[in-house]
């Protein structure tokens, strides 16, 4: 009998806890109709609790959802180049945004929104036989107004088991060699992910973003500054805030390439080489913030 | 008598017959399936070796001399060198799987360097925490279960035993198999005759029959973890780094011209770049050497970049990553240096 009154109230918990996690379910969200509706975005690296590869993997998956959905979504390697460079990205695990400059940031990315994960957490709880696990956390899709486009709030969690919608999840945590954090924990940032995306609506249709990108101009110059190797700069005029990088041989494929603060569009780069070791030809790669490339090459 | 012959033959036969072969016990988590296919990555930790002391197979790891001492420590005590045996057997074959496997040599140097002692490393409650520091999805663990030999009148048997238990990153059991397989020597229809086998049960058992068996029950628990069938073609391991830093020390934040110079040891015939922060990031480093050791190689990479105007940051931290391309797929991993630099290129 006491058996049997624990069983039930066992059963009443987990009827009252399912009932509290079906609550939670659904996305908490708003858009403000009287903003227009951004072309091009940027998403900026997410704060919060959660470990880092969790919070990366997230980001990775906002990227590519929201460019499902037909948005012009910056590069996030693009992004925190250039958050490096305005100096405010110094360590992504401990990124927090500065709601201040976010107008700053956007227009130093020339997108029109940029969106910001903040509160980005997971949490996890065992109770008697229950196993509760959720990640969640809140996002804003802000441009120079004071009050984001539109804004969300979310959580998603279960009780045990792992679903996973999609492959997505793997292919991005490849790419980012993200691993080591449970696979349950994965199976929720892309329901997470999913469910937040849903709620935007789709991109406007045939909208394009700015002019390829270009390079030109390339040119290598040797110094030898002592006796055992030899300097090799290379310099190139390319898109202004793209990416540059040359590949001057073996060993020297993807050096990267930076632009001169007072001169836009004026790119340099440098290697050393064994003395006597320096390839004769150059090829300068320059990518644009959506990934659009463009090469040329030079020669001594 | 010919016929009386012939029935005690066959009687013996019968004996044996019904005690050799395969015992087998699976237990898969509904998941498994779904992760196995996206490509988990796991770390195959040392195995144990929990046989029972009663007829313990010490005497065949004598036969196996050539083999132990390319796979194992041979000076190791005899527990420790079969279960290196095994462990180095699954190792092989999970590279005929679509599972991403990190190289053994890394997990032994992590686990010295964290002082994680045997116990510890062999238990399954130290998921968690070994699959967060070394960078896995799941963690394996085995025991070999068996390595024994059992008398059956006239028939002796060798028996293998081995148990695999695959764990997640979160503590979840994903997959376990035990499994035991034996090799018979006499009349059951082993490599002695029908009168060595009652004079010398055990010596028909060579070092090469050992070595099947051993390379049959691995092959087998690990087409159980795989599914189904393995590959034909092994894939490479999960390449590793060990170290990563500054290749001389730098004092205040690096200047125009100035070289910040990265060196990292690790898995050899890789691809290896370092990050500077998120600033610039990606920089090649090249291969200078490669130290031999018969846990596994182990590469020099090194590498540097060349400050320009422009470069101005604080506190950055460093990081490498290392590649090794497939035909399959890529496999990479990150590491972080534990101290930041700063640049100063106005």
Known sequence: MRSSGAAATVAALK???LAGAAACAGVSHSLDPSQPVPKSIAVLPFAGSADQLARDCARSLFETRLAARGYAVAESAWVDRRLSELGDLRDPSDYMSDA???????????????????????????????????FGGELALRGDASRPWWRASHRAGGFGGLVLRSGQIFTELRAQSAHGTPMATLALIDEFVEDVVDTLPPAPADERIGDAPFVRDVRLQRADPDADRTRVTVSATASPRASLRF???PGHIGVPMVEDPGRPGAFVGACDFAAGDVGATVTVRARDAFGRVATAEGAR | MIAFNRRLALLLAIVPLGCSGVDVRREVAPEFAMLREAGLRIAVMPFATTAPQSGFLGDALESLGGVLALSANSASPPRERVAGLL?????????????????????????????????????????????????????????????????????SFAEVGLHLTLVDAGGRRLFETERAESLGAGIGGGPTGYVSAVTAPLAGLSGEHLRELTRSITRNAVADLNGGELG????????????????????????IGERVEVIAVGSPGCEVRFDIGRLRTEVPMVQTSVMADPRGDRATYVGHYVLQPGDTAVDLPLGCTIRRGAARRSLSTWYRWERRLSLDAR
């Open chain 1, 15 to 17: 009827v009252v806890l």
């Open chain 2, 232 to 255: 034909v073609v092994p894939g490479p391991l999960t390449p590793k780094l060990t170290v990563v830093g500054l290749a001389a020390t730098h004092d205040g934040p690096f200047r």
């Open chain 2, 87 to 155: 462990r180095a057997d699954v190792v092989g074959w999970l590279q005929q799987t679509g599972l991403e496997v990190v190289e053994p040599w890394h997990i032994d140097t992590q686990l010295a360097h964290a002082k994680v002692s045997p116990e510890a490393a062999r238990s399954t409650e130290s998921a968690a925490g070994i699959a967060q520091a070394l960078g896995v999805d799941a963690v394996l663990y085995g025991d070999v279960t068996r390595w024994n030999r059992s008398y059956y009148v006239v028939q």
């Open chain 1, 247 to 249: 590949d001057l041989g």
């Open chain 1, 100 to 134: 201040e400059r976010i107008g700053e940031v956007r227009r130093a990315l020339d997108v029109d929104a940029v969106l910001v994960g903040s509160a980005i957490d997971e949490s996890s709880f065992q109770w008697v036989v229950l196993r509760r696990h959720s």
